[in-house]
């Protein structure tokens, strides 16, 4: 009995299943909607009064399709609450948010009702649609702005008629891309505020800063409208623009200089015409590295205001005094133009140069001749004068060259004997023991342009400390000895010690160094006494035989100029 009675009650459970499955669809009172997906994130949902762009797939609650936006290849794009859509469809519609989809199920009081819609839905019928929000946006909609990132200082904002250089994500507002400047790998530049650009962007971009990141949303009335672009746009399509702005400048534009430090002194300003050597960092406006002098462990050396540089360098260049720091921040049509340079500089980029001011000089200076003489001077130094002092060496900008003193012991030189840069020459003339001078000697009057390997930049202006510290008078130009009396008459025979009229090279030397030793004569100071005597034999030998015979002597004193003759 009990194994019949649960028989009786598997059918009738197996029965009534069968039933609910297969019986017709349950009358609707109102709307019913599932969310089958809810993005973590709604800016805005879907009011009344608002156009929306949505895909949809319409079915009958068996399943089968009766209309599809997804098969025409574009959205259903309407107004919602103006009676343009079906009534549930407009109730449902509301409170939806961007990328939210939902199954709708509409009643056919709701939907087409009694009539239905000719052979595609029949009277009465329950529709099912299943929506994929796209696009919210109200004609009263304005440009939404964004601001995610802007940096501590803002020097300058964007106002209409500026130039920028921005990159860009754009995407719709369910967030498909449709354009990158990134994957182009070049900014976009162009006019603000003038007309260059859709009317939201115009706007979009006003304020901004340069390093400022904002997200720029606009409807489609400041957009591409109705109509879209024609490919990646579609029509009534709100746009997001993910910006970056890299830089700005005005066609009016002149260049900025901000002096960041100053020496202690300044004797002496560039001006148009001199020679300068600097050091720099070039940089973009956004802080994007592009050039060093320091990278290259050498100075830019250039003449300023002569158009061997970009003009806006060559402006910013001007007024500058040695060690100063300026930041010298140049548009682009004192630079590089629209066309930048191909590599490193992008055309229309401004430029931001971070300038260190090592040396200048102007190819009509001579020695700058700083003196501190003592009370008592006496002798002063000329042409042909042996003399002995010690120096410190250093660049304009006080970087270290050398000094006499780490030798232990003075450097000594002839005056005009080529023995020293001439700028030094020039600065020992006319000096006395103990005094002690400033010598700023340029470049052409020291290494040139060349300088000295690892020692002295090209170019470098110098500057000597130097003290005098002896000083042997020299013979007259041209004489390499001179006889402090008179010449004895019988001079040759005084040389011939061996009476073979004829005299040797060791005669003649033994004989001119007797004469010196008993102060009788003087060689010239700071030679080689040895080459001297050698040469003053030489010059003897008329014939070049190895020998004097007193018939080339007589003739050699004859001559009307003798310099180191005798």
């Given at each position: 009995m009990i194994q019949r009675i649960t028989g009786r009650m598997i059918?009738?459970?197996?029965?009534?299943?069968?039933?609910?499955?297969?019986?017709?669809?349950?009358?609707?009172?109102?709307?019913?909607?599932?969310?089958?997906?809810?993005?973590?994130?709604?800016?805005?949902?879907?009011?009344?009064?608002?156009?929306?762009?949505y895909h949809y797939n319409g079915m009958f609650p068996d399943g089968k399709k009766f209309d599809?936006?997804?098969?025409?290849?574009?959205?259903?794009?309407?107004?919602?609450?103006?009676?343009?859509?079906?009534?549930?469809?407009?109730?449902?519609?509301?409170?939806?948010?961007?990328?939210?989809?939902?199954?709708?199920?509409?009643?056919?009081?709701?939907?087409?009702?009694?009539?239905?819609?000719?052979?595609?839905?029949?009277?009465?019928?329950?529709?099912?649609?299943?929506?994929?929000?796209l696009d919210i946006w109200n004609p009263e909609d304005k440009v939404q702005i964004q601001t995610y990132y802007k940096p501590e200082k803002c020097g300058r904002a964007v106002e209409v008629s500026d130039y920028v250089r921005y990159h860009y994500n754009g995407t719709l507002l369910d967030g498909t891309l449709?354009?990158?400047?990134?994957?182009?790998?070049?900014?976009?530049?162009?006019?603000?505020?003038?007309?260059?650009?859709?009317?939201?962007?115009?706007q979009g971009l006003l304020g901004m800063c340069v390093g400022e990141k904002r997200i720029i949303t606009m409807p489609p009335s400041l957009g591409y409208g109705e109509h879209g672009d024609g490919s990646d746009i579609p029509a009534q399509a709100s746009l997001v623009f993910d910006v970056v702005l890299l830089d700005l400048h005005n066609p009016k534009d002149e260049i900025t200089v901000e002096v960041q430090s100053l020496p202690d002194s300044c004797p002496r300003k560039s001006k148009?015409?001199?020679?300068?050597?600097?050091?720099?960092?070039?940089t973009l406006l956004d802080g994007t590295f592009f050039d060093s002098s320091y990278s290259r462990?050498?100075?830019?050396?250039?003449?300023?205001?002569?158009?061997?540089?970009?003009?806006?360098?060559?402006?910013?260049?001007?007024?500058?005094?040695?060690?100063?720091?300026r930041r010298i921040t140049i548009p682009p049509h004192l630079a590089y133009g629209e066309e930048g340079t191909g590599t490193k500089i992008p055309g229309s980029a401004v430029l931001v140069f971070e300038?260190?001011?090592?040396?200048?000089?102007?190819?009509?200076?001579?020695?700058?001749?700083?003196?501190?003489k003592p009370e008592q001077c006496g002798y002063t130094t000329k042409r042909g004068d042996f003399v002995k002092y010690h120096y410190n060496a250093s660049l304009l900008d006080g970087t270290y060259i050398d000094s006499s003193h780490r030798y232990g012991k003075t450097y000594d030189v002839v005056l005009g004997a080529g023995q020293v840069i001439p700028g030094m020459e020039q600065g020992l003339m006319e000096m006395c023991v103990g005094e002690k001078r400033k010598l700023v000697v340029p470049p052409h009057l020291g290494y040139g342009e060349r300088g000295v390997d690892g020692e002295v930049p090209g170019s470098a202006v110098l500057v000597f400390d130097i003290e005098l510290f002896g000083v042997e008078e020299g013979l007259p130009e041209g004489y390499m000895f001179v006889w402090n009396e008179d010449v004895s008459p019988d001079l040759f025979k005084e040389m011939d010690r061996n009476k073979d009229l004829e005299v040797d090279p060791t005669e003649f030397s033994d004989y001119i160094q007797q004469q010196v030793n008993e102060g009788k004569g003087r060689l010239a100071p700071g030679f080689d006494p040895h080459r001297i005597i050698d040469s003053m034999y030489h010059n003897q030998d008329r014939n070049k035989d190895g020998k004097i015979t007193e018939e080339e002597f007589k003739l050699k004193a004859e001559e009307a100029v003798a310099h180191d003759e005798l």
């Open positions: 059918f009738m459970a197996f029965l009534v299943s069968f039933v609910a499955c297969n019986a017709p669809p349950v009358p609707l009172d109102d709307i019913v909607v599932e969310k089958t997906f809810t993005p973590e994130k709604c800016d805005r949902a879907v009011q009344q009064g608002d156009f929306v762009r599809s936006s997804y098969d025409r290849g574009t959205t259903y794009n309407v107004f919602v609450g103006r009676g343009q859509l079906i009534a549930g469809m407009d109730k449902a519609l509301v409170g939806m948010c961007v990328n939210e989809r939902s199954l709708v199920k509409i009643p056919p009081e709701l939907a087409y009702g009694k009539n239905g819609y000719g052979d595609i839905i029949p009277p009465d019928s329950i529709l099912h649609f299943d929506v994929l929000m449709f354009d990158s400047s990134h994957t182009r790998m070049r900014t976009y530049d162009t006019y603000v505020g003038i007309g260059w650009l859709i009317a939201g962007m115009d148009e015409g001199d020679f300068m050597r600097y050091h720099y960092n070039g462990n050498r100075t830019y050396d250039t003449y300023i205001g002569k158009g061997y540089v970009i003009a806006g360098m060559d402006q910013g260049l001007l007024g500058v005094c040695v060690g100063e720091r300038v260190l001011i090592i040396d200048f000089h102007n190819p009509s200076d001579t020695v700058q001749i700083t003196k501190d």
